[in-house]
């Protein structure tokens, strides 16, 4: 199994930044590609994010120029979000998601991005 735990949301003003990790523990050799994920009020949850082991990176259209993916080192111990430029739009609970070489998955708790003045 892999545990994965999000950190680094909170409230921000239009235009500005934040930084959200993913830590990762467990079984994170088994780890394929890991992503982030969003869901705001009433909307369902949809992509944002992706990298693979090989730094293969994936952005939905609504993020791509603001967002950047990025992972620590080979290994997916951490994975960031690197979020700039924010929009009110972008309120959401950010989740992030893995895939294992297994063919399995595993969310986090989320973590709660305010854009707003």
């Known amino acids: 199994q892999v545990q994965l735990v999000e950190s680094g949301g909170g409230l921000v003003q239009p235009g500005g930044s934040l930084r959200l990790s993913c830590a990762a523990s467990g079984n994170i050799f088994s780890i394929n590609s890991m992503g982030w994920y969003r869901q705001a009020p009433g909307k369902q949850r949809e992509l944002v994010a992706s990298?693979?082991?090989?730094?293969?990176?994936?952005y939905a259209d609504s993020v791509k120029g603001r967002f950047t993916i990025s992972k620590n080192n080979a290994v997916f111990y951490t994975v960031y979000l690197q979020m700039n430029s924010l929009k009110p739009e972008d309120t959401a609970v950010y989740y992030c998601?893995?895939?294992?070489?297994?063919?399995?998955?595993?969310w986090g708790k989320g973590t709660l991005v305010t854009v707003s003045s």
């Open positions: 998601r893995t895939f294992t070489r297994d063919n399995m998955n595993y």
């Open positions: 990298i693979t082991s090989r730094s293969v990176t994936n």
